[in-house]
């Protein structure tokens, strides 16, 4: 089992950051996958960006905006905002794959931009 601890979500105007954090229960060097996906009201959760494998991917409508970075040593994985628009208001979702491909998620948290 892996729980994940999401915090620093809240609300934003247009054009300002927020900071994301994730942290993990266990070493977040053995897991295969991490990173952030979102879910807006009526739409399918999406990925926003991770590290896999190759190193890090961005969703194409957040390139140049968010930056994914992790500490290991604090089990932690952060999604720097900025430039925030209206349409990235969403539940901002921790993800996590193993090893063993086993898929974890956070609790979520909300990320509210107004124009």
């Given at each position: 089992q892996?729980?994940l601890?999401?915090s620093g979500g809240g609300l934003?105007?247009?054009?300002g950051?927020?900071?994301?954090?994730?942290?993990?229960s266990?070493?977040i060097?053995t897991?295969?996958?991490?990173g952030?996906?979102?879910?807006?009201?009526?739409?399918?959760?999406?990925?926003?960006?991770?590290?896999?494998s190759?190193g890090?991917n961005?969703?194409?409508?957040?390139k140049g905006?968010?930056?994914?970075?992790r500490d290991?040593?604090?089990?932690m994985?952060s999604l720097?905002m900025?430039?925030?628009?209206?349409?990235?208001?969403?539940?901002?979702y921790?993800n996590?794959?193993?090893?063993?491909?086993?898929?974890?998620?956070?609790?979520g948290?909300q990320?509210?931009?107004?124009?």
């Amino acid at each position: 089992q892996v729980q994940l601890v999401e915090s620093g979500g809240g609300l934003v105007e247009a054009g300002g950051s927020l900071r994301l954090s994730c942290t993990a229960s266990r070493a977040i060097f053995t897991f295969r996958d991490m990173g952030w996906f979102r879910q807006a009201p009526g739409k399918q959760r999406e990925l926003v960006a991770e590290f896999n494998s190759g190193g890090t991917n961005y969703a194409d409508s957040v390139k140049g905006r968010f930056s994914i970075s992790r500490d290991n040593a604090k089990n932690m994985v952060s999604l720097q905002m900025a430039g925030l628009k209206p349409e990235d208001t969403a539940i901002y979702y921790c993800n996590v794959v193993t090893a063993d491909w086993r898929t974890y998620w956070g609790q979520g948290t909300q990320v509210t931009v107004s124009s």
